[in-house]
């Protein structure tokens, strides 16, 4: 039963992944998601039903459009897999037995924001706020519901006080520095902020610091091979994202090796 309901999450994440693609495309353009239905790019053909299962159909078609055989990009399949295999991801390490199962909504939604913000992001340099300010209230709402399903309201708490946290860091970090970062990094960081602040204090510290070393490291490496120069922009909310994931897997136990690397 636990397999197939893993099998039945990942099959969510590819439908979940289709429709990223169209969120992906159209919010940074200021276009509705929802209409008109999705068409080929270059001759304007509505997509068919058919023609819209993820990844299967991009592999029929041989990444051509069936109407004027125009080029499919990859990455319309690698978006649909990619959140396939962190819904799955996600699920295997929530687990399905209570209370822990309360927890996986809240984090199946961060895992297809992250997936959706990861890519605008790379492709804008902008985390439009139609897709950050709702989850204040949506992740919010979510995790709630897990303090309420788990009985553990102190992580509610934290979850505030980890929000109001890192968005209060990153505010101070583009007020003393306004090129190095946006405010909609700052907007990002409160909604993550949650997320940690919910999971543990040690997940809050490391999935803020895991941020800033990915990003440093990432930054560093395209200056050593040529593909940068200083002052170059970098989008920073994929490193963001990929900290908070680092934080919310093993935050906990590595700030609790840390910790006891000083005790006595």
């Given at each position: 039963m636990a397999a197939v309901l893993v099998a039945l999450?990942?099959?969510?994440?590819?439908?979940?992944?289709?429709f990223l693609n169209v969120v992906v495309w159209r919010v940074p353009r200021h276009e509705s998601v929802v209409a008109p239905p999705s068409a080929c790019p270059g001759c304007g053909a509505r997509i068919r039903a058919r023609d819209n299962v993820p990844v299967l159909s991009?592999?029929?078609?041989?990444?051509?459009?069936?109407?004027?055989?125009?080029?499919?990009?990859?990455?319309?399949?690698?978006?649909?897999?990619?959140t396939?295999?962190?819904?799955?991801?996600?699920t295997l390490w929530t687990g399905l037995e209570a209370p822990?199962?309360?927890?996986?909504?809240?984090?199946?939604?961060?895992?297809?924001?992250?997936v959706a913000l990861a890519f605008i992001d790379l492709d804008t340099h902008t985390l439009p706020n139609r897709i950050v300010l709702p989850s204040y209230a949506i992740g919010a709402g979510l995790l709630a519901l897990a303090?309420?399903?788990?009985?553990?309201?102190?992580?509610?708490?934290?979850?505030?006080?980890?929000?109001?946290?890192?968005?209060?860091?990153?505010?101070?970090?583009?007020?003393?520095?306004?090129?190095?970062?946006?405010?909609?990094?700052?907007?990002?960081?409160?909604?993550?902020?949650?997320?940690?602040?919910?999971?543990?204090?040690?997940?809050?510290?490391?999935?803020?610091?895991?941020?800033?070393?990915?990003g440093g490291v990432v930054g560093l490496g395209l200056l050593v091979a040529g593909r940068a120069k200083r002052g170059t922009g970098i989008p920073f909310g994929p490193w963001m994202l990929l900290g908070a994931a680092v934080g919310l897997v093993g935050g906990e136990r590595l700030w609790a090796l840390y910790l006891g690397g000083f005790g006595p």
């Open positions: 999450s990942g099959l969510l994440g590819l439908a979940i992944g289709s991009w592999l029929l078609l041989r990444a051509r459009c069936r109407d004027c055989d125009a080029p499919i990009p990859a990455r319309y399949p690698l978006i649909e897999l990619l396939g295999v962190l819904f799955v991801g996600v822990e199962v309360w927890a996986l909504p809240a984090r199946l939604y961060l895992a297809a924001v992250a303090s309420a399903g788990t009985g553990d309201w102190g992580a509610l708490l934290r979850a505030a006080v980890g929000g109001a946290v890192l968005w209060v860091f990153y505010l101070l970090l583009v007020l003393a520095y306004p090129r190095g970062m946006g405010f909609g990094d700052v907007k990002l960081a409160g909604v993550l902020g949650l997320y940690l602040g919910w999971t543990g204090w040690g997940a809050l510290v490391v999935g803020g610091f895991a941020a800033f070393l990915l």
